[in-house]
C-alpha cells in the first residue's frame, strides 16, 4: 500500500475538525484562490518536477482526511499517479467512483481533478503550471495547520528549482523521486534510479486496479522490464522525443 510522504505533517491527520467554507462548485472560484508567486515558480521548474509537486501537494490533501473516510482509494490514485510519472503507461487512467461531494470528500476530489488535469497537460508536452498550482491552492485552503504547510512548500520548491530547472530541450525532465521533496533530508539526483526502483518494488498491481500488469506495458510498447527503472533508457527516449 501507498504511504503517505514522511514530510506531510502527521498534526494534519490527526485534525478532525472543518474550519472552512464549502460548497461544490463555487469552493472552486471563491474562497480558493491560487497564488501567482507559486505559479511562476512551478513554471520554471521541468514539467516532471510539476508533477511532483502536485502529486506531493495532493498527499497533505488525502493526510487531511484519511481518518475521516472508510476507503484507501485515494491511496492507490496516488500510487498510479505517481507511477505516471515515471512512465504514462504504467497507468491508463485513475479515479474516483461513487459520490466524493461534502467538505470531507469533496476536496479529496478537487484535488484529483487538478491533479489528472496536471499529468494531462504533462503526457501532452504542454505547460502543467496552472494546474499545479490549484491542487497547492486548495491544500493551503483546508489544512488548518497551513502554515506547516507553506513551510513544506516554499522549501520544496527552492529544492525542485536547484535540481530541475526548465530545460527548453527537454521540457519533461527526469524522473523526480518523492524523496526529494523532502526537504528534511539530503538528497542526491544520482540517487534517482534507486530510490525509483525502490518505489517500483513497492507497487502492486494486483491489488491496485489502476496499475496496468506488465502484459499490458509491453502491449503499449514498453521496450524494457516493466517495473524496473533504467535511467538512461529514460534518458534516452526524451532525447528522441
Not at 123 to 144: F, Q
Amino acid at each position: 500500500m501507498y504511504q503517505i510522504s514522511r514530510f506531510v505533517d502527521q498534526s494534519v491527520a490527526l485534525d478532525r475538525s472543518i474550519r472552512y467554507k464549502w460548497d461544490e462548485w463555487g469552493s472552486r472560484f471563491g474562497p480558493i484562490r491560487s497564488d501567482e508567486k507559486i505559479g511562476q515558480r512551478l513554471s520554471h521548474l521541468t514539467h516532471r518536477a510539476v508533477g511532483a509537486f502536485a502529486v506531493s501537494a495532493a498527499e497533505w490533501v488525502v493526510s487531511r482526511y484519511e481518518s475521516m473516510i472508510e476507503t484507501t482509494v485515494p491511496r492507490l490514485c496516488l500510487e498510479a499517479a505517481s507511477a505516471q510519472l515515471v512512465d504514462f503507461r504504467y497507468s491508463s487512467y485513475w479515479d474516483l467512483e461513487g459520490d466524493w461531494s461534502g467538505p470531507i470528500k469533496g476536496p479529496i476530489r478537487v484535488a484529483f481533478d487538478f491533479l489528472s488535469l496536471t499529468l494531462e497537460s504533462i503526457s501532452r508536452a504542454a505547460d502543467p503550471a496552472a494546474d499545479a498550482t490549484v491542487v497547492s491552492a486548495l491544500a493551503y485552503y483546508v489544512i488548518n495547520s497551513s502554515d506547516s504547510y507553506k513551510r513544506w512548500e516554499l522549501s520544496s520548491l527552492d529544492r525542485l528549482k536547484t535540481l530541475y530547472p526548465f530545460d527548453s530541450q527537454d521540457t519533461l525532465g527526469g524522473v523526480v523521486p518523492r524523496e526529494a521533496l523532502d526537504t528534511g533530508r539530503p538528497f542526491l539526483v544520482d540517487e534517482t534510479e534507486t530510490l525509483i526502483n525502490r518505489f517500483l518494488a513497492s507497487v502492486d498491481h494486483l491489488n491496485n486496479p489502476f496499475l496496468n500488469p506488465p502484459q499490458e506495458m509491453l502491449k503499449r510498447g514498453f521496450s524494457t522490464t516493466p517495473y524496473v527503472f533504467n535511467n538512461q533508457e529514460d534518458m534516452r527516449v526524451r532525447r528522441e522525443q
